[in-house]
């Protein structure tokens, strides 16, 4: 088992940054691909970005690509998640995900795939 608990939510202008930070308790979180999902009201939540156990390769929705970074350290069990050139269309929910099966790999980007979630932190970016 594992528990994620994310950091760094909050409101800024758009074209400003915000990090988010996944600290994960428990069974460490090396043995992981971790990912960011986002979620806004009365839609399905969506892909972000993931990486790889080693922290070697990474994944991003088209639409944060260029935009966004995630990045790991392994010896603190957390993900991190920079978001900068931030647009009102990047508003919403964020949620740290981890994925335990050696099948589930830094392409995956479905829900279903992902084992543990954390409670998710709200970003709400103004224009």
């Known amino acids: 088992q594992v528990q994620l608990v994310e950091s760094g939510g909050g409101l800024v202008q758009a074209g400003g940054s915000l990090r988010f930070s996944c600290a994960a308790s428990?069974?460490?979180?090396?043995?992981?691909?971790m990912a960011w999902f986002r979620q806004t009201p009365g839609n399905e939540r969506e892909f972000v970005a993931a990486i790889s156990r080693s922290g070697g390769s990474t994944n991003y929705a088209d639409s944060v690509k260029g935009r966004f970074t995630i990045s790991r350290d392994n010896a603190k069990n957390t993900v991190y998640l920079q978001m900068n050139s931030l647009e009102p269309e990047d508003t919403a929910v964020y949620f740290c995900a981890a994925a335990a099966r050696l099948t589930v790999g830094v392409l995956t980007t479905t829900i279903e795939d992902y084992d543990y979630w954390g409670q998710g932190t709200q970003v709400t970016v103004s224009s």
């Open positions: 428990g069974r460490t979180n090396s043995r992981y691909v």
